[in-house]
């Protein structure tokens, strides 16, 4: 373990480190100049502050009828119970206990 650290050059005794302060010289961009100088004004622009009058009409003819009731006149409406009386057809009641049956006959030839 005899390793030690050098850090530079033997024959000078190590680098040297320069703290100088650099000196930056930049140009402006062309035309971004032009109106250093300029303040904003604002001219004679005044803002008010006032309510406005609207002087609202309805349109032409629209209030014409503005008294108007309706009403409905005479008129009842009745509900009435309807009776209907039905009847069977002549006759349609004579089989009233028929039952078809059919059964015993064979059809046969086919």
Avoid: C, F
């Avoid at 009828?65 to 009847?87: C, F, L, M, T």
């Amino acid at each position: 373990m005899d390793h030690k650290p050098g850090g530079g050059e033997k024959k000078t005794g190590g680098k040297k480190i320069l703290s100088q302060k650099l000196e930056w010289k930049t140009n402006s961009k062309i035309g971004s100049l032009d109106n250093a100088k300029h303040s904003p004004g604002g001219g004679n622009v005044k803002i008010i502050n006032e309510s406005i009058a609207w002087n609202a009409q309805s349109r032409v003819g629209s209030l014409d009828n503005k008294d108007h009731k309706p009403g409905g006149g005479n008129i009842h409406i009745e509900s009435h119970k309807v009776e209907i009386k039905a009847q069977s057809k002549v006759g349609s009641t004579d089989y009233i206990t028929h039952k078809p049956g059919g059964g015993t006959k064979k059809v046969s030839g086919i």
